[in-house]
């Protein structure tokens, strides 16, 4: 019998075939020729004929008739016999037949074999495709080769062992003194595959994760050696040491429970910074402990509480904003005077990036009308911006107020604190490089062209610099930017005996009153008086969208319908103008003013942007008697409700869920979905997360925002769907037993 194609050979005729038809052709040709081959018992080829049989398999075709070939390859003393038998093994087998029990001596013998690469092997195949009976008898080898010196074997046996605990979790106490000792392992691939196997122990047993819990202070000293160590060409990874290893580490220790409340202070303070270190990276990792972190500010240990007002600082996103604010605010209030200054100023550097689109003007209009502080203000604004254009809000003050007070900054009139140093081209760098910037919005290069502009007339000895900076952007691809700088270069050209006059210092701005009645306008989750014009009432039956929307929290740049609601007032405190900018916010705890006159008298300017700033609850004393109720609570999933009255329109409720998961398995995919009746306005905002962690070691948290204008029983439905256990799993459920407290 002439001797069979090469595999080689094989693909290459394959891929000639123009047809599906011809390609099946070619193959059941090739397939009746193995066939025989089989039936000859050709010992010499059967390694070549099992090779094409499994690429066939590749492509779609049966290749059943094979698998008996494949146990003798495996049973054969050559290697590459082996390999190609093993590899076969787990593409043609697997628990359904009875085939692979007959693999189970050879695997053992292999696993005592003298060349780790067979032994290897018989690692892969087990842990690929054995059935349960196959792991309970050869769980043994597999244990004593996670003890070998070898760290292949290790790797390889750890994976295993994974494998094996799946199918027989009973068996888990056996790889347990083995598990700890792994952790001590230098090799990286030893270690990842350790911390895969705990994680699998603790998910699958609440006995062993009480037991690892202890080693939570290993694994953080390991994730801070990762951290912290220098560069390692075999480990780096785009300059992250190893992340993949990192990666598995914080999902074990996640798994492991809240370590930031460990007795132990140096294990919370190395928590916190290496969290710090990592949160940039892997930032919804670190959001899941968001309420533990906060938990960590109350802390009596210094350290811990500085490290963790910068880990939360970091934390706050669009989606948090409102309440990580709402704590740092209580810590600002509470904490010692060492911190008050940073925290102060970390809270407005944390939100710049999340602010209404009116609080740039808003602060501007603040910072015009307080004379006596802008060297003061221009010093602190041009230290704010060094190096870092993250918050452009921000930046654009910043340059508004250089551009303004420009001059004060170089000569250093600054009496509240000890000026600096400043000269001309240092300013005009400072602009340049926000202008240059990627980081920088139109908008932002557009308040830094104008601020150049104005400081041709502040400065003395740039003004050609300024000229030269200022002709380069009239050829920018920004037509915004672009028709700026033209208008600007005709001002030196044609209007340079207008240019002082046009360029010189913005006025006091006036506040604008109206004689009409106000309507509280939402945005950000807080309020702000609107003037109102005053008109006849329209004839015919209003539009349902004035008023009925409920409005998201945060605000953003969409419009955003209002809630109409009784006329108010600017508060008359010594801070009016900052609370103004920040929406009247109620900080102080005071009862509302009363409905204000037409003309409302100037308010005087605060000697501090900081004073009468205190933090109080956004929500009023109501929310502190409405008991919460579990609303769902089926197949280990529970939804509770937790409640909250709006404190500037009580006809608005706050609904905070909190899923949690008392299972062995996380629930992935999470989606929670509600419906109310139509005299009700609902409205959902971004959940926490969509995994809902086992065994109750964390929760999603979602809020909902109920109008109830008309005070009715609330009643609501709600749907749930997720992932568990490899299942989409989906209920539909009712919840009529709101407390009268949360609706009335």
């Not at 001590?184 to 009480?210: F, I, Q, W, Y």
């Not at 919005?441 to 041709?456: C, D, H, N, P």
Request: hydrophobic share 40%.
């Amino acid at each position: 019998m002439p001797a069979p194609i090469r595999l080689r050979e094989l693909i290459r005729t394959i891929r000639t075939a123009r047809t599906q038809a011809e390609e099946r052709e070619m193959i059941q040709k090739e397939c009746a020729a193995i066939r025989s081959s089989f039936r000859e018992e050709d010992n010499t080829y059967r390694c070549r004929n099992v090779a094409k049989l499994l690429y066939m398999h590749m492509l779609g075709y049966p290749a059943h008739f094979g698998q008996l070939e494949c146990l003798k390859l495996i049973a054969s003393q050559k290697f590459t016999d082996k390999r190609i038998g093993y590899l076969g093994a787990m593409l043609l087998l697997d628990e359904r037949q009875d085939v692979h029990l007959l693999m189970t001596n050879c695997i053992k013998n292999d696993l005592n074999h003298s060349t780790q690469f067979v032994q290897g092997l018989a690692l892969c195949t087990l842990g690929c495709m054995g059935s349960s009976e196959m792991c309970r008898d050869l769980a043994g080898e597999v244990e004593k080769l996670l003890k070998t010196s070898n760290s292949y074997l290790r790797k390889k046996a750890a994976l295993c062992a994974v494998h094996v605990i799946r199918k027989v979790p009973e068996l888990m106490e056996m790889f347990l003194p083995a598990t700890k000792n792994l952790l001590n392992e230098k090799n990286h691939g030893v270690l990842h595959t350790s911390v895969v196997l705990l994680t699998e122990m603790c998910e699958r047993s609440p006995d062993m994760l009480a037991h690892f819990r202890k080693l939570v202070p290993q694994l953080v000293r390991i994730l801070k050696n990762l951290i912290m160590s220098g560069y390692s060409p075999e480990h780096d990874v785009s300059g992250i040491s190893d992340p993949f290893l990192q990666v598995r580490l914080k999902e074990s220790i996640n798994i492991l429970g809240r370590f930031l409340l460990n007795n132990d202070k140096n294990i919370r303070y190395v928590a916190l910074t290496s969290l710090l270190k990592t949160v940039q990276t892997d930032h919804n990792a670190v959001q899941r402990h968001r309420s533990t972190i906060v938990d960590c500010l109350k802390d009596l240990d210094v350290s811990i509480k500085r490290r963790a007002m910068e880990l939360s600082f970091a934390l706050v996103n669009g989606n948090n904003i409102r309440g990580m604010m709402k704590e740092l605010l209580y810590f600002l209030d509470s904490c010692e005077p060492e911190f008050k200054a940073d925290c102060a100023s970390g809270i407005f550097l944390a939100a710049g990036s999340y602010v209404r689109d009116d609080a740039v003007p808003n602060l501007i209009q603040l910072i015009t009308n307080s004379v006596e502080m802008h060297a003061y203000t221009v010093q602190r604004l041009y230290k704010a911006i060094l190096g870092d254009y993250s918050q452009q809000p921000l930046v654009q003050v910043a340059a508004w107020c250089i551009g303004e007070y420009g001059d004060l900054l170089v000569s250093g009139q600054c009496e509240e604190e000890e000026p600096i140093q400043v000269t001309e081209d240092e300013v005009l760098d400072i602009l340049e490089s926000v202008l240059i910037s990627n980081m920088s919005t139109s908008v932002t290069r557009g308040y830094a062209l104008t601020a150049i502009m104005k400081l041709s007339t502040r400065f003395t000895c740039t003004v050609n610099r300024i000229k030269k900076v200022v002709s380069i952007y009239g050829s920018s691809i920004d037509v915004e930017l672009q028709q700026r700088a033209v208008e600007y270069n005709a001002l030196f050209k044609k209007y340079d005996h207008m240019r002082s006059a046009l360029l010189e210092r913005m006025p006091v701005m006036e506040k604008v009153t109206t004689n009409g009645p106000t309507e509280i306008v939402q945005t950000n989750g807080e309020t702000e008086p609107a003037p109102l014009e005053t008109k006849p009432p329209p004839s015919g039956p209003q539009p349902t969208s004035q008023a009925n929307d409920l409005l998201d929290l945060l605000g953003g740049n969409d419009i955003t319908p209002v809630i109409p609601t009784a006329p108010t007032s600017k508060p008359s405190s010594a801070g009016g103008e900052l609370l103004d900018l920040l929406g009247d916010i109620n900080l102080t705890g005071a009862p509302a003013a009363a409905p204000a006159p037409a003309s409302v008298p100037q308010i005087s300017q605060p000697p501090f942007l900081l004073d009468g700033l205190s933090s109080q609850p956004l929500f009023n004393d109501i929310a502190a008697g409405i008991p919460s109720i579990t609303a769902y609570s089926k197949n280990g999933l529970k939804i509770e409700f937790t409640f909250e009255r709006s404190n500037t329109n009580p006809s608005v409720t706050v609904i905070t869920i909190q899923a949690s998961n008392s299972t062995e398995l996380d629930m992935t995919d999470f989606v929670f979905q509600a419906a109310v009746p139509k005299t009700f306005q609902l409205q959902l905002l971004s959940p926490s997360s969509s995994i809902v962690p086992a065994f109750n070691t964390g929760t999603i948290t979602q809020v909902i925002k109920v109008l109830n204008p008309q005070k009715q029983q609330l009643r609501m439905r709600i749907k749930l769907t997720y992932n568990h256990k490899g299942s989409a799993m989906q209920d539909l459920a009712e919840v009529n037993n709101f407390p009268p407290q949360s609706w009335q």
